[in-house]
């Protein structure tokens, strides 16, 4: 928590100046700035939100690190065992090789007391291996740069060289009389001592750098123990804060969640009743609508229709006056009469299709077969029926609202369908009234199920569903378009049933 300084929280202190001096203006102290209060509250809630997000990040970067210190401990150790290895290897190169010149001069030795062809042959074998052991040595020293072991080295491989040589040349000219063979049984000179003392000191330098390495790698691995389990044990706090923080944030969702669902019921109340409140409107609209086709039609029937017959009866008299002394005005009055005639056919069809008079005479199963055979001979198909013996009486709303899925399918069939075979299936039993249309046409399309624009397929359902009933449309098989329609045949007449829409 930052330090408020205490003129902030006290502004009204005591001056700084006692009594008999002349105080000097008070100034006030500016409160601290809203903007940093605001910052605070900024990080403070984003170290809420992304605390888990900087542990993950801290906990990768501290394992990313501990795996690049392991790998290069582990680099360090292989080097450094790698390093004693080859110390031990050269010493064991220099033990071989104090013990070869040991066995050239003993077999000089040997030669010069019996000459027997044994010992040339091994001093030539111990003089290969001797050289071997040479030129690895010279590789091995050259390779790890050691100057002081390679500057004693080289005299020892000189020293070498010339035993080896020297050797040869007295395998090839024995000793001929007892002075030169003493001369060969004769104990070392100095330099036999100077080149023992140089590989005892080449291989206890060996040795300690052997030692030197492994004590380095066993450094290391402590380094690395230590390393390892302060990288364990801070992951371990990490991860215990992250899981802290999770399930603070988890608790937090399970609370979040817990207020959405409830709000979500709520929510699905409010649409449920707003859905109740739309089927009652859509049922009323429907009602008000068909109430409404039928008061026009009977008034294009009991007013237009009088109007029109009048004119026709009156059209008809004086082009009877006039056939005999005016046949051009008889012809005039002719084509009108025929007109009249066309604007008669034309009222009739407007009010069968608002309010179709061999439903409401005939009843639903003659209404049915009318609409199809004059749909049929508009569109030269050929139709099949498989509709009731006798009409049934369904209640008039029930009626309509069949009808006018019928009216609307064989219209959609017409304008898009290119069918030439309908079949209409009407089904009534005590409870239900079913109603099947199926056409062999290109068949609806899946995307034009879930147009909501085809206002045509949306009053269909709405219609039905205002009623109780359950509509489906969906593509025959194998090709064409299959729409029926089930309800009830009795229902309540004071508000809609919600059914689900197909």
């Known amino acids: 928590m930052s330090h408020v300084p205490r003129a902030a929280i006290l502004p009204d202190d005591p001056p700084l100046f006692a009594a008999d001096e002349p105080a000097m203006p008070k100034a006030s102290t500016p409160p601290a700035p809203a903007g940093i209060a605001r910052r605070a509250a900024r990080l403070n809630d984003w170290m809420r939100r992304y605390s888990w ?28 065992y790698e390093t004693a290895l080859e110390a031990k290897g050269a010493t064991a190169q220099l033990s071989m090789l104090a013990a070869d010149l040991a066995t050239l001069t003993a077999d000089e030795r040997g030669f010069a007391l ?16 001797v050289r071997r052991t040479l030129a690895w040595l010279d590789a091995y020293y050259r390779r790890i740069g050691d100057d002081t072991a390679l500057a004693s080295f080289a005299q020892i491989r000189a020293a070498a060289d010339d035993e080896i040589a020297q050797g040869t040349v007295r395998f090839a000219d024995p000793p001929a009389d007892a002075a030169a063979l003493d001369r060969i049984l004769a104990p070392p000179p100095d330099t036999s ?77 409010l649409v449920f009743a707003r859905t109740r409140q739309l089927e009652a409107l859509a049922w009323h609209l429907q009602s008000v609508s068909e109430n409404e086709k039928t008061e026009l039609a009977r008034e294009l029937h ?36 025929g007109n009249l005639d066309q604007g008669i056919a034309l009222k009739r069809r407007i009010i069968e299709d608002m309010r179709p008079t061999v439903l409401a005479s005939f009843g639903l199963v003659t209404a049915l077969r009318s609409l199809a055979d004059e749909a049929a001979q508009r569109n ?29 399918t064989l219209t959609n069939a017409a304008k898009y369908a290119h069918a030439s075979r309908i079949r209409v299936t009407l089904d009534v039993d005590e409870e239900n009234v079913s109603l099947s249309i199926i056409d062999d046409g290109i068949g609806i399309r899946p995307q034009d199920l879930k147009r909501t624009q085809t206002h045509g397929l949306v009053g269909m359902r709405q219609r039905v569903s205002a009623r109780g009933g359950r509509f489906e449309i969906e593509r025959a098989s194998p090709h064409g378009t299959s729409i029926s329609v089930s309800m009830p045949r009795e229902r309540s007449v004071d508000a809609p049933v919600v059914a689900p829409s197909a």
């Not at 997000?53 to 150790?77: D, F, H, K, P, Q």
């Not at 019996?114 to 290969?128: C, S, V």
């Not at 390892?228 to 988890?250: D, H, K, P, T």
């Open 302 to 337: 009991d007013e237009l229709g009088s109007i029109l017959t009048a004119s026709k009866m009156d059209v008809a008299w004086v082009r009877g006056k006039l056939k005999n002394t005016e046949p051009a005005m008889a012809e005039k009055l002719a084509r009108a009469l």
């Open 193 to 269: 001592a100077t080149l023992d003392a140089a590989l005892s000191l080449l291989r206890l330098n060996e040795e300690q750098r052997a030692q030197h390495a492994l004590d380095a790698s066993r450094a290391d691995q402590r380094i690395s123990t230590l390393c390892v389990g302060a990288l364990c044990a801070l992951n371990i706090v990490l991860f215990i804060l992250l899981f802290r923080n999770l399930g603070i944030q988890l608790d937090k969702q399970a609370r979040v969640q817990k207020a959405l669902i409830t709000q979500q019921e709520e929510l699905d109340q």
């Open 114 to 129: 019996k000459a027997d062809g044994a010992f040339p042959a091994h001093f030539r074998e111990t003089a290969e291996r």
């Open 380 to 408: 030269g198909w050929s139709v099949e029926f498989d509709l009731p013996g006798d009409d049934v009486k369904l209640g008039e709303a029930i009626e309509i609202a069949l009808f006018r899925v019928a009216q609307e």
């Open 53 to 80: 997000a900087v542990a993950m990040t801290v906990a990768i970067v501290i394992t990313v690190g501990g795996l690049i210190i392991l790998e290069s401990g582990r680099m360090r150790i292989a080097s450094e």
